[in-house]
């Protein structure tokens, strides 16, 4: 019966919000863009490349181990793009081509397809990768040597570093606009404050990030780092310092609020963030780390499943059955 | 299909249920009686048992038929004819459901049995019988009994977007429904009843005579257990049903269905649908019950085609149909016909965990767990550690999920595998 009527059977509900994983995605590369123009404007060709040569192999990556897995090709939602994206903005311009070649394969691989792909890798992807490669290669994410044959006018020392070995009279020189519209050396996307604000305000509105986990993660940073900075104003750095510096608005927007490995309760997503924004500074202040963002995040990333355990009741569930 | 704001704040969606004026009412059109009509008992009903009746049998307006021999099982008939065709049929999640096609007459015989019951009979006898229409709500909750104060509500919202049924019929027929519920009053002598409607229909309402419960006209506000909260300020807890609680629960819908029942013994035989069609225009339309949904679809035109989905009720919790032969009952609140072009498939993605089901959750499940549980069938660990029998089945987490997991499907699943489970376990242990 070729032109019989057949109708389409499912269950309820008919209607969608029109939300998907792919608009998710671009709308977070949309919103980094910003801030790794502004990288690629100040380093040029080399950030360019760190950029593009990270997105491709983390795209490819994706592709390969969905050929290997035999799993339906996953490359469309985007989500490998901003591994990619998001791994590139935290390395130095002068990355060397296989170490983004390898952090692309550590975030991809280790970061999310053991655990099943999207969705259930416990830890952030990037963070994972950045972590491997900074343990494993010292020299690779150590921003002093990796962009001492950069002069683009202004202090090139990695300010964290500054802070920790010299204390805060190093880094009197920095004024918060200048942090702000990205005068100081890091990863490629990491520097401009006023660009990852932008795009963090615009993931926030869009309701791709929830307002909680950035919010509570820089209260957590701010409270954290004015506790230091009053005991000892010439040792810990001011916190707004702090805030401006190192990787911390990139994980304040981009990498904390990562939908996997954080929670989405609003009592778990305070505590999380603000979690998060205490260990930063606690590593930075009195652990070996300048920058204390990455294992901070992953800490925390740990403890999201335990933290979301604390929920409201179910609607009508009595004391009597609790 | 409303779309998400481009800027939401992840805030929940705002779905506003339609609202009517009294200006903007539309005409109610008639449609004729059906040749063929048919009345669906949902229930086991003629498997496996002899039914006392059969094909070629004369059935009258109001006849009660039962369906299995020793009297169980009735169902009474909105529809004068002879029987052309008893069957059985499956539903959603495994349901058995009875269908009797009728080939109608066009002159209505009425079956003097209700009548007699309403001139002698107790209210137990006729709210019985009266349950027995297809697709009538229980209404033994109605009857007097011992226990906790007792509640009548009766809701003027519609349950699902879209439909506007309920708020049309309070519109119109504000007499009707209020000498429907005086009727239900004096007969069942609740302590309290409380009419539940949305800010546009209060003045109706206030003619009823019924304390007032105003509901903002959001989705899922519809639903009769956040009704029952905003009405008794308290919510039911989720383990007790509402008849437990000593609430009756009524839609505008069955009290109109009722009345002429009640006040002067005859058998209701008509119901007021509201009709979507592909371009969202809803017509009201009285039809027949029985009258299956292709008779109701071709009297008011709308043109369906290969692919499109027809559904029973609303976008949110509605029931689709594999052909038209299904009938108009007593609970059909609309009809929904949707274009092949406004589809949007479901996909097996995997949750991303965003949380957007969590927030949006009337119940406050831990959707995001649970679904994970449900896809690998650890039904009593969706029940013990998420929660899953609290949910008040609204749609809204499908209608919410980026990875467009069918997630409502798989609670529906999940309670009902569950309750096999249960079941299985009771039956050995």
New interface residues.
């Given amino acids: 019966m070729p032109d019989?009527?057949?109708?389409?059977?499912?269950?309820?509900?008919?209607?969608?919000?029109?939300?998907?994983?792919r608009?998710?995605s671009y709308d977070y590369i949309l919103a980094a863009l910003p801030a790794v123009f502004m990288g690629i404007l100040q380093y040029g060709v080399p950030a360019f490349r760190v950029v593009a040569f990270s997105v491709s192999c983390a795209v490819l990556w994706e592709l390969l181990l969905n050929k290997a897995m035999k799993k339906p090709v996953t490359i469309v939602?985007g989500n490998a793009a901003v591994i990619g994206l998001l791994l590139a903005m935290m390395l130095p311009a002068t990355a060397p081509w296989w170490a983004v070649l390898i952090g692309a394969l550590a975030a991809i691989l280790v970061g999310k397809w053991v655990y099943?792909?999207?969705?259930?890798n416990p830890l952030n992807p990037p963070m994972v990768a950045f972590a491997m490669l900074m343990l494993s290669w010292k020299g690779v994410v150590d921003f002093n040597a990796a962009l001492v044959n950069f002069d683009l006018g202004f202090d090139m020392a990695y300010p964290p570093a500054s802070l920790k070995y010299f204390g805060a009279s190093a880094v009197e020189d920095f004024t918060v606009w200048g942090l702000l519209m990205g005068r100081q050396s890091g990863g490629i996307g990491t520097t401009f404050g006023l660009g990852l604000i932008a795009g963090g305000l615009y993931l926030?509105?869009?309701?791709?990030v929830?307002?909680e986990i950035p919010a509570s993660f820089i209260a957590g940073i701010l409270i954290t780092a004015s506790l230091f900075h009053v005991s000892d104003p010439a040792r810990y750095g001011a916190p707004i310092f702090h805030l401006l510096t190192g990787s911390t608005l990139l994980a304040a927007f981009f990498l904390i609020g990562e939908?996997?490995s954080?929670?989405?309760?609003r009592i778990p997503m305070f505590l999380y963030g603000a979690l998060g924004g205490f260990l930063t500074v606690l590593i930075r202040s009195i652990g070996i780390y300048p920058d204390g963002v990455v294992f901070a995040v992953l800490l925390i990333n740990i403890c999201n499943p335990l933290l979301?355990k604390i929920?409201?009741?179910?609607?009508?569930?009595?004391a009597?059955?609790a | 299909?409303?779309?998400?704001p481009?800027?939401?704040?992840?805030?929940r969606?705002q779905l506003p249920y339609p609202v009517l004026s009294q200006d903007a009412l539309g005409a109610l059109k008639d449609l004729p009686p059906p040749d063929r009509a048919v009345l669906l008992y949902k229930g086991p009903g003629l498997a496996g048992a002899s039914p006392s009746i059969k094909r070629g049998d004369g059935v009258r307006t109001g006849q009660r038929l039962l369906l299995e021999s020793g009297g169980a099982a009735p169902l009474v008939a909105t529809v004068t004819g002879r029987v052309a065709d008893i069957s059985s049929q499956r539903g959603?999640l495994g349901k058995t459901y009875s269908s009797i096609g009728i080939d109608v007459t066009p002159r209505d015989e009425q079956d003097g049995e209700f009548f007699k019951i309403h001139k002698e009979g107790s209210p137990e006898q006729m709210l019985g019988y009266l349950e027995a229409l297809p697709g009538m709500p229980s209404l033994s909750p109605l009857l007097p009994k011992a226990g906790p104060v007792r509640i009548l509500i009766i809701s003027g919202m519609d349950r699902d977007?879209l439909i506007t049924s309920n708020q049309f019929l309070l519109k119109t027929e504000t007499d009707a429904l209020a000498e429907g519920i005086q009727r239900l009053k004096e007969m069942t002598q609740p302590d309290r009843i409380i009419m539940a409607v949305p800010p546009g229909s209060v003045s109706d309402a206030e003619k009823t005579g019924a304390e007032i419960s105003v509901v903002r006209p959001f989705y899922p506000n519809g639903n009769p257990?956040l009704i029952v909260?905003d009405a008794l300020k308290k919510?039911?807890?989720?383990?007790k049903s509402l008849e437990e609680a000593g609430i009756a629960f009524l839609g505008v819908d069955a009290v109109i269905a009722l009345q002429p029942a009640l006040v002067k013994g005859e058998i209701p035989i008509h119901r007021v649908v509201t009709v979507v069609n592909k371009d969202m225009g809803a017509i009201h339309a009285r039809a027949r019950v029985g009258t299956p949904v292709r008779k109701v679809l071709e009297a008011l035109n709308i043109e369906?085609?290969?692919?499109?989905?027809?559904?029973i009720?609303g976008?949110?919790?509605?029931?689709?149909?594999?052909?038209e032969d299904e009938p108009v009952l007593f609970d059909t609140e609309g009809i929904?016909v949707?274009d092949?072009s406004h589809?949007?498939p479901?996909s097996d993605?995997?949750?991303?965990?965003?949380?957007?089901c969590?927030?949006v959750c009337?119940?406050?499940?831990?959707v995001?767990?649970l679904i994970r549980f449900l896809e690998n069938r650890l039904y009593q660990d969706a029940v013990d550690v998420c929660?899953l029998s609290?949910c008040?089945e609204c749609?809204?987490c499908?209608?919410?999920?980026?990875?467009?997991i069918?997630i409502?499907?798989y609670i529906?699943l999940g309670k009902h595998e569950f309750a096999q489970q249960m079941a299985e376990e009771a039956a050995h242990a």
């Fill in positions: 019989q009527k057949l109708y389409l059977v499912s269950y309820a509900p008919y209607w969608h919000n029109g939300s998907s994983v608009a998710r939602d099943g792909g999207l969705g259930c926030i509105l869009r309701g791709h929830r307002w939908d996997s954080s929670p989405v309760n979301d929920r409201p009741k179910a609607f009508g569930k009595g009597q059955d | 299909m409303i779309q998400r481009f800027f939401n704040l992840g805030r969606p959603n977007l257990r909260k919510a039911v807890p989720m383990n369906t085609g290969h692919g499109d989905r027809v559904v009720g976008p949110m919790t509605g029931r689709t149909l594999y052909a929904l949707q092949r589809i949007l479901v993605t995997h949750c991303l965990n965003c949380g957007e969590v927030r009337p119940a406050r499940i831990p995001n767990i929660d609290y008040i749609g809204l499908s209608y919410v999920c980026p990875a467009r069918p409502f499907h529906a």
